[in-house]
């Protein structure tokens, strides 16, 4: 345990290996869970200096603002980090669905007792 990021008042984010952390985005006004991404030093910074949320895409390599193509950005309303600075919760106003799929949060299915999934409707978007 890291007694120093536990206690102080300085924001230090705790990189893993790759220089990443997760960020956990939920929807500011509902508290919703939207999504799950992972940020670095220059996504985190992007996303304070802008109020748009900025990740790093594992998958493509490279920085990238939440809504650049689709348009459904993320403006920022609050940026917590948990007790050891290695988690980022982002609480954020989403200017449309924030799944790729067109649904309100990629948490749109359930996984069930046998391993099937079950689509939860209440999560669609028109």
Known sequence: MDSQ???TDQFLPRFDAAGLVTAIVT????????MV??????????????GQAHFWSRSRGALW??????????ML???RVDCDQD???????PAGPACHTGRRSC????VEA?????????????
């Open 5 to 7: 990021r536990d206690t």
């Open 27 to 34: 929807e500011a006004a509902t508290g919703t869970l939207l």
């Open 37 to 50: 991404a992972h940020m670095n030093a220059e996504a985190i910074a992007l996303t304070r200096a802008t």
């Open 65 to 74: 603002r939440k809504g650049e193509t689709s348009g459904n950005g993320l």
């Open 77 to 79: 309303a609050e940026m």
């Open 87 to 93: 988690a980022l919760l982002l609480r954020v106003t």
């Open 107 to 110: 948490f749109y299915r359930r």
């Open 114 to 126: 046998d391993g099937r999934l079950t689509f939860l409707n209440d999560d669609a978007q028109d």
